[in-house]
């Protein structure tokens, strides 16, 4: 059995399913890990691309897609430094990445993110919230605030949710035991409006 997940993201095939993500289109996944929603992404006809700052998680998802069969673009990358061009992207995931970043690293990967998606792209973000009180998870868990503060910027929510603990089709043992918080965002087609 392996030691990674083999399933994607519950809330990526949420996303997915009601065509949130153009089909055949381009898409990111920030901290792939070992690939799971990368594979999952390229065999439904997306070209998928993922970076991770981990080698040795690159070189399982690179062996994982050899042996599937499916064309993908794996990377060793920070999320602050994405390898790609400007507004290279139709769609982005961040399963998890966001809330395991220092808190510097957060303002620079937000403007990365806006730099590689294009106008209007949907971003799927997940994260373990500050609300949750449990010494599992990453020790910089934002507040909703934090993330609203981070990402409005460059982006305009469209959805927020919350699902707690033991959510029906919970993605790993953390989300099972810790719940999670997803939004759906678009990066902005423009610079954000001036406060009134």
């Known amino acids: 059995m392996p030691w990674y997940s083999a399933r ?6 949420r996303v997915v399913r009601q065509q ?10 920030v901290g792939c890990g070992t690939g799971s929603n990368v594979l999952w992404l390229a065999r439904r006809g997306y070209s998928a691309s993922g970076v991770d700052v981990a080698p040795t998680a690159i070189a399982t998802a690179r062996d994982r897609a050899r042996r599937a069969g499916v064309d993908v673009d794996l990377r060793v990358a920070s999320a602050d430094a994405l390898p790609f061009g400007r507004e ?50 990453p020790p910089h868990r934002p507040s909703l605030g934090e993330v609203v503060s981070a990402f409005e ?6 959805e927020m949710s919350w699902h707690p ?9 953390l989300d099972a035991r810790m719940g999670r918080s997803t939004a759906l ?4 087609l423009g610079r954000q ?3 009134r």
Do not use: M
């Open 193 to 195: 409006p001036p406060p």
């Open 8 to 13: 994607p993201s519950p809330w990526l095939v």
């Open 165 to 173: 603990p033991d959510t029906p089709g919970a993605w790993k043992v």
């Open 153 to 158: 910027p460059g982006f305009v929510f469209s």
């Open 88 to 137: 290279r992207f139709d769609g982005a995931v961040d399963n998890g990445c966001f809330h395991s970043l220092p808190i510097r690293q957060r303002a620079p990967y937000v403007r990365e993110l806006v730099r590689v998606l294009r106008p209007g792209a949907p971003l799927l973000l997940t994260w373990i919230p500050r609300e949750v009180r449990t010494s599992l998870g």
């Open 20 to 29: 949130r993500f153009r089909p055949r289109t381009s898409i990111l996944d």
């Open 185 to 188: 965002l678009h990066r902005r």
